[in-house]
């Protein structure tokens, strides 16, 4: 496939015109129809041409070729030749007649899909339809008190609170009013106004008795006297009784009832006492008795004593060479059955001296002794003082 080396163009009447003189190929854009030195090309000739595109200069250009029967003119389309320095390319085959396209290239790829274009604007809304017919209402199926072991399905309803609820999904332990199970049927009301008082009942039984309250302090008056005004919780004396006002009031003798409550009432007379039957004493020591011998007991005085409770008052001196010694002494039997009392003394100034007092039941006839010794160390000077010093008296009080 070959084309002219002539330069040729269409004007925008279809006329076909050949270029004679050989300028830059550029030039060809600024042709005008007709200008001197441009020849139409004879009609007797029938050329193929080919469309051509100038990029650079926008411009489009037909040229006249010389073509074989042979040639494949599909695979010429797109070809870029270079004119006197400038580039074009063949984009399509045409006859005399450059609006008829005799040899159609192949079809391009199919182009990309453009983006979305922009929401068009809300229309105008739609009248309302007319309204349907109201259907039947359901009844539900009433369950009583909710309970968290129910197996609840839909249409279940149940009361909690003082509310009623409808279940809207199957479920077991989920309690109202929990949106996502229930619906409310009907809500607890608010609290009515209070209604006017109503006749007064029958008396109830008696309730059981309280605690007793805790005793007050009388206001302790002395004995009792007819001039004295005295008030509620007063407290008189009258004849070996005590009372306690329990009214205001002046000269009202105790035990009236009206205005004194008994406090602590007189004591029943007792049983005559008996009288002692025996009086035991010693005489005191005449004498001077020696303990010289450690821990060897002496006896101040002794008394024999019969089966009863006795009073036993003792008395014993006793002088000592050394005022550091200590003395012992003691009420006893005499040996060690049994010690009634004792008592441990020192000889402060070579003398010591003690007094012992008690109270002892006998069973038996029993003597009783009054008895000292010197604990510390022997000593033939450590003596019970005699003349009457010392010695020992029991009296029998029962």
């Given at each position: 496939?070959?084309?002219?080396?002539?330069?040729?163009?269409h004007?925008?009447?279809?006329?076909?015109?050949?270029?004679?003189?050989?300028?830059?190929?550029?030039?060809?854009?600024?042709?005008?129809?007709?200008?001197?030195?441009?020849?139409?090309?004879?009609?007797?000739?029938?050329?193929?041409?080919?469309?051509?595109?100038?990029?650079?200069?926008?411009?489009?250009?037909?040229?006249?070729?010389?073509?074989?029967?042979?040639?494949?003119?599909?695979?010429?389309?797109?070809?870029?030749?270079?004119?006197?320095?400038?580039?074009?390319?063949?984009?399509?085959?045409?006859?005399?007649?450059?609006?008829?396209?005799?040899?159609?290239?192949?079809?391009?790829?199919?182009?990309?899909?453009?983006p979305?274009?922009?929401?068009?604007?809300?229309?105008?809304?739609?009248?309302?339809?007319?309204?349907?017919?109201?259907?039947?209402?359901?009844?539900?199926?009433?369950?009583?008190?909710?309970?968290?072991?129910?197996?609840?399905?839909?249409?279940?309803?149940?009361?909690?609170?003082?509310?009623?609820?409808?279940?809207?999904?199957?479920?077991?332990?989920?309690?109202?009013?929990?949106?996502?199970?229930?619906?409310?049927?009907?809500?607890?009301?608010?609290?009515?106004?209070?209604?006017?008082?109503?006749?007064?009942?029958?008396?109830?039984?008696?309730?059981?008795?309280?605690?007793?309250?805790?005793?007050?302090?009388?206001?302790?008056?002395?004995?009792?006297?007819?001039?004295?005004?005295?008030?509620?919780?007063?407290?008189?004396s009258?004849?070996?009784?005590?009372?306690?006002?329990?009214?205001?009031?002046?000269?009202?003798?105790?035990?009236?009832?009206?205005?004194?409550?008994v406090?602590?009432s007189?004591?029943?007379?007792?049983?005559?006492?008996?009288?002692?039957?025996?009086?035991?004493?010693?005489?005191?020591?005449?004498?001077?008795?020696?303990?010289?011998?450690?821990?060897?007991?002496?006896?101040?005085?002794?008394v024999?004593?019969?089966?009863?409770?006795?009073?036993?008052?003792?008395?014993?001196e006793?002088?000592?060479?050394?005022?550091?010694?200590?003395?012992?002494?003691?009420?006893?039997?005499?040996?060690?059955?049994?010690?009634?009392?004792?008592?441990?003394?020192?000889?402060?100034?070579?003398?010591?001296?003690?007094?012992?007092i008690?109270?002892?039941?006998?069973?038996?006839?029993?003597?009783?002794?009054?008895?000292?010794?010197?604990?510390?160390?022997?000593?033939?000077?450590?003596?019970?003082?005699?003349?009457?010093?010392?010695?020992?008296?029991?009296?029998?009080?029962?």
């Amino acid at each position: 496939m070959t084309y002219t080396a002539d330069y040729r163009y269409h004007d925008e009447n279809g006329d076909l015109y050949v270029v004679n003189t050989r300028t830059d190929f550029a030039a060809v854009a600024g042709l005008s129809p007709a200008q001197p030195g441009d020849v139409p090309l004879s009609t007797g000739v029938q050329p193929r041409y080919v469309l051509a595109r100038s990029a650079p200069h926008g411009i489009d250009c037909y040229f006249p070729m010389i073509v074989d029967s042979t040639d494949d003119f599909n695979t010429f389309i797109n070809t870029t030749v270079t004119l006197s320095g400038v580039d074009w390319q063949f984009i399509a085959f045409c006859g005399e007649n450059r609006n008829v396209n005799y040899f159609q290239g192949p079809p391009g790829p199919t182009g990309a899909t453009g983006p979305q274009g922009p929401q068009g604007a809300t229309g105008a809304a739609g009248s309302n339809g007319a309204n349907g017919t109201n259907g039947t209402n359901g009844t539900p199926n009433w369950k009583g008190s909710w309970s968290n072991s129910t197996a609840y399905v839909i249409g279940d309803a149940v009361s909690l609170s003082g509310s009623s609820y409808v279940c809207n999904q199957a479920h077991t332990n989920h309690t109202p009013p929990n949106a996502s199970y229930w619906d409310v049927l009907a809500s607890k009301g608010d609290t009515g106004a209070t209604g006017a008082q109503g006749s007064q009942g029958a008396t109830g039984a008696a309730g059981a008795n309280g605690t007793n309250g805790t005793n007050g302090t009388p206001n302790w008056k002395g004995a009792w006297s007819s001039a004295t005004a005295y008030i509620v919780g007063d407290a008189v004396s009258l004849n070996g009784s005590s009372y306690v006002c329990n009214q205001a009031h002046t000269n009202h003798t105790p035990p009236n009832s009206s205005y004194w409550d008994v406090l602590a009432s007189k004591g029943d007379a007792g049983n005559s006492g008996s009288p002692a039957t025996n009086n035991y004493s010693s005489n005191f020591a005449a004498n001077d008795v020696t303990i010289g011998t450690q821990n060897t007991y002496g006896d101040a005085g002794s008394v024999s004593l019969t089966a009863g409770t006795y009073l036993i008052l003792a008395y014993c001196e006793v002088t000592a060479s050394n005022q550091n010694d200590q003395i012992a002494f003691k009420i006893w039997d005499g040996t060690s059955s049994f010690t009634i009392s004792e008592s441990n003394v020192n000889a402060n100034a070579g003398l010591a001296s003690t007094t012992l007092i008690c109270t002892h039941t006998l069973a038996s006839t029993t003597t009783v002794k009054m008895s000292a010794t010197n604990v510390t160390r022997s000593d033939a000077n450590c003596k019970i003082k005699g003349s009457s010093r010392s010695g020992i008296v029991a009296v029998q009080i029962a």
